[in-house]
């Protein structure tokens, strides 16, 4: 984003608009997913039109729902934990914001440009699992502390494969850096052809199955559903919350939704690049200044399309029993990805 | 007094960080709540990491997060909110050992700030400006370089807690 903003902005203007960038990153996918996805798309799936009232094809309906959630009152049950009953959905929120920071969006246009960032993003993605755990033990509810500790179980399980089936991405690009991730798989090329760049998703194509699989359980969609499972825990660990503070909830799960998108694009599908060979670029310096402007809107719609799967799935498939969906983390995912790691370095070593 | 090089938004942010961390040590074990106590626990090692990140070691900070916020303290909270964790004070959670703990910690502190200063003394770190290689390159040719062994034992230990672990939790 420097080069894009001329780089003699101070340096609290350069904070204020990464805040500022950070705030469109994590709203705008969270909005577009919930409007198109889980108001369109499902009602399309179901034979029904969904909202059309509220702005043309109901496209508003989404400022409506917002203006509900804030009018409605903010309860907190009479036995609960006060204090760690109302921090607990700003935990999630943040974890949400401590993710979005460090993809990539352009050849500057980057918030913070980590040199583990694979490694930091599997990290700060583990911080949602504590909001989630206070939320349900703060509730001084059985059905949320249920709630919440199945939600522990099931994202611990899941982090496993997750980390495993990155592994392999890394192995492959041989840094942990998710712009060099990008540079890598766009100046790459399938046996000598150029035009396609080598996008991940062809050689990595188990760890990427692998990847949207434990995306899928860490994000607690359907059918790893299991801690907000409604017919037997209500809601799970949200049950008690209310207002704004539901919202806060509901806002981060989309949000992440996005966030992963934007990550698994990263990883697997070559990010905000474009094919370097089209343009006679090389490497990250040579690229054009207005990758800045069209790498972020490849990075949505490659995020709308990730996006679309996670949500067709979970509209599609009815949910996991709890030990179903222990065994298949650990019995399945992990071993596989184990395999998955072991192939991977014997052709980088062979190649 | 004040050295030319000195970082001074740094030192700032050290002071503040460490403050924190020190508040939230004492409430650790001061608070008459369980889960609070964990919680205090994941300010003061999500503090570490702080430090870590303003010393420019972003790996170890990274980690510090993965492991400890992550991993370590959740499993902790799993494993009080599954057995006993009220809401609320609880009167018997003070133990009557502090009399023998706090000389202990103090000794553990005199020990710990001895061996930094006599290992370490003048010695700077390199402003991260000037550092030339990545450090993370640095730190894993070192790991899968010279410390290769240590490395392997320390991977074995950790296979035998493990399969220990699943010895003693089978039943058959």
Redesign the interface.
């Known amino acids: 984003m420097n080069a894009l903003l001329a780089a003699d902005l101070p340096y609290w203007a350069q904070s204020l608009l990464r805040v500022l960038g950070g705030i469109v990153a994590v709203l705008l996918p969270a909005g577009t997913i919930v409007y198109v996805f889980l108001f369109k798309m499902m009602s399309f799936m179901q034979s029904r039109l969904g909202p059309m009232e509220a702005g043309p094809y109901g496209s508003l309906q989404l400022v409506a729902e917002v203006g509900k959630w804030l009018q409605k009152e903010d309860i907190t049950p009479e036995r609960a934990d006060r204090f760690i009953f109302k921090i607990a959905p700003l935990v999630v929120l943040v974890s949400t914001f401590l993710l979005v920071a460090v993809v990539p969006f352009g050849p500057d246009a980057w918030f913070t440009n980590f040199e583990a960032g694979v490694f930091y993003m599997l990290a700060v993605s583990s911080v949602s699992v504590l909001g989630i755990l206070i939320a349900g033990w703060a509730s001084a509810n059985k059905y949320s502390l249920l709630g919440g500790l199945r939600a522990a179980g099931q994202l611990i399980a899941y982090e496993l494969p997750m980390v495993l089936a990155v592994i392999g991405v890394i192995i492959q690009a041989g840094t942990m850096n998710l712009q060099q991730i990008v540079v890598a798989q766009n100046a790459g090329s399938i046996f000598g052809w150029d035009g396609l760049g080598n996008p991940y998703i062809l050689t990595q194509f188990v760890g990427f199955i692998i990847f949207m699989i434990a995306v899928q359980a860490e994000l607690t969609q359907t059918p790893f559903d299991m801690p907000i499972a409604e017919s037997e825990l209500v809601s799970g660990y949200m049950t008690e919350y209310s207002g704004f503070r539901f919202l806060t909830f509901f806002i981060a799960e989309f949000a992440t939704a996005g966030v992963f998108a934007l990550i698994a694009s990263v990883l697997f599908l070559g990010g905000w690049g474009i094919p370097f060979a089209w343009f006679d670029w090389s490497t990250i310096d040579s690229v054009d200044d207005w990758m800045n402007v069209v790498g972020p809107l490849i990075m949505v719609t490659k995020m709308m399309l990730l996006a679309f799967i996670i949500m067709w799935v979970r509209f599609s498939y009815p949910r996991f029993r709890e030990d179903q969906l222990q065994r298949f983390a650990w019995k399945v995912l992990v071993p596989v990805s184990l395999v998955n790691i072991m192939v991977t370095a014997i052709l980088k070593v062979a190649f | 007094m004040v050295a030319a090089d000195l970082l001074v938004a740094q030192n700032v942010g050290f002071g503040i960080i460490a403050l924190l961390m020190i508040v939230a040590a004492l409430r650790v074990v001061t608070v008459k709540n369980v889960?609070?106590a964990a919680?205090w626990l994941?300010i003061v090692l999500s503090g570490a990491a702080a430090q870590y990140l303003l010393l420019s070691a972003?790996?170890v900070a990274?980690?510090q997060?993965?492991v400890y916020?992550?991993?370590v303290?959740?499993?902790f909270?799993?494993g009080t909110?599954?057995t006993r964790?009220k809401?609320?004070a609880e009167a018997d959670l003070n133990n009557k050992n502090w009399g023998i703990a706090v000389p202990v910690s103090l000794l553990m502190f005199g020990v710990i700030t001895w061996v930094l200063i006599d290992g370490f003394g003048d010695e700077r770190l390199p402003n991260p400006d000037e550092q030339t290689q990545?450090?993370?390159q640095v730190l894993s040719d070192d790991i899968f370089g010279p410390y290769l062994l240590p490395f392997w034992a320390l991977s074995f230990v950790l296979l035998v807690a493990v399969i220990g672990a699943i010895v003693l939790a089978r039943k058959d």
């Open positions: 889960v609070h919680l994941v972003e790996f990274i980690t997060v993965l916020v992550g991993a303290m959740v499993l909270l799993f909110m599954l964790a809401i609320g990545v450090p993370i």
